[in-house]
């Protein structure tokens, strides 16, 4: 009862806070300087030209207004139409999403295993030149931005070295069966493993660029907790018991010590679809933050509105899921 207690309070935190940033994205871009309408239009176009699109999207109604048409569509599941792309925002913003959610699990995935493997290895050579070394990495790949780290690796492996693709998301002359927008996963639905091997090389480096940083993070946070759990009473114990130093890491410390982690893994990951705005910019990568960018440039006001919606949702989905997550996990908020 306590956990539907909690699960239905933060349900309507959600709620309320998607609201409020619904407002505030709302009012924000209309304020700033800038007419979309009049960027659509040739330079000779007249006030009445501009007057009549204006009124074609509603927009020469009042903020307050605008607001309410705006969100008695989106209870209708109608997020307006794009001014620039002439389609509906929901079928644009739903086109991109599978694109970027596949580049920032990618992503997610590979700064898992650098962090981990990272980590471990630093606790198990603990007091040598290797951890040493390791801390220095971790403290390069945080300095250094993800987009830098972009710029890094298509100097060396798409200029010096052409090992993978540096645009787009899939050769255009192979043939795509897609269809979904997902098409890593589906590729390897349909056994179509050369699809496959091309959707990974084009997204190998954008998604390593993201990675790099999240892995220090989570390399410096795995590896601190192994160290404090290393100290307790059952991993003495374990290794009174005769057990080898790398069981005792992986059998006993690990569990226990992974608790935090996955509460920053789920976190960063949040950020981590953020920040693909910039990497999918600088690799021509087709996915949602591309598509931002031009919207941000064009003025496009429905289309920036449902993709800050639509990554609110996925930031407070994400959140929600791993403190329940977090909780069912934990023995001692589970029995609380």
């Given at each position: 009862m306590r956990l539907l207690q909690s699960v239905l309070v933060r349900l309507a935190t959600t709620a309320v806070t998607l609201f409020g940033l619904a407002v505030i994205v709302f009012v924000v871009i209309r304020v700033v300087p800038g007419n979309p309408v009049a960027m659509m239009l040739p330079p000779g176009a007249?006030?009445?030209d501009v007057a009549r699109l204006s009124a074609l999207y509603g927009l020469d109604k009042s903020i307050f207004q605008q607001f309410l048409i705006w969100a008695g569509g989106v209870l209708q599941?109608?997020?307006?139409?794009?001014i620039t792309a002439r389609q509906p925002v929901l079928e644009l913003v739903l086109g991109r999403l599978p694109a970027t959610?596949?580049?920032?699990?990618?992503?997610?995935?590979?700064?898992?295993?650098?962090?981990?493997?990272?980590?471990?290895?630093?606790?198990?050579?603990?007091?040598t030149r290797v951890e040493g070394g390791i801390d220095v990495a971790n403290g390069v790949a945080l300095s250094v931005?993800?987009?830098?780290?972009?710029?890094?690796?298509?100097?060396?492996?798409?200029v010096l070295m052409p090992v993978f693709h540096i645009s787009g998301r899939v050769t255009p002359s192979l043939e795509l069966p897609f269809v979904t927008e997902f098409y890593l996963f589906e590729s390897v639905v349909r056994l179509r493993f050369d699809l496959w091997s091309d959707i990974v090389a084009h997204m190998f480096m954008p998604a390593l660029a993201l990675a790099i940083p999240l892995s220090a993070i989570i390399g410096q946070l795995l590896k601190q907790s192994l160290k404090e759990t290393m100290h307790l009473d059952y991993v003495t114990l374990s290794r009174t018991k005769g057990y080898g130093e790398t069981h005792v890491i992986l059998r006993e410390a690990l569990p226990n010590a992974a608790l935090p982690t996955l509460t920053l893994v789920g976190v960063q990951f949040t950020f981590l679809i953020g920040g693909t705005v910039i990497i999918e910019r600088l690799f021509s990568y087709e996915g949602l933050g591309n598509m931002a960018i031009d919207a941000v440039i064009n003025r496009d006001l429905p289309l920036i509105q449902g993709i800050v919606i639509l990554f609110a949702v996925i930031f407070t989905g994400v959140n929600l899921f791993v403190d329940m997550m977090y909780a069912a996990l934990n023995p001692r908020l589970r029995h609380a």
């Open positions: 007249t006030e009445a599941g109608d997020f307006g139409t794009s959610l596949e580049l920032s699990i990618m992503a997610l995935i590979i700064a898992i295993v650098i962090g981990g493997l990272a980590a471990l290895t630093g606790t198990r050579l603990r007091g931005p993800d987009f830098l780290w972009g710029l890094v690796l298509i100097l060396l492996f798409g």
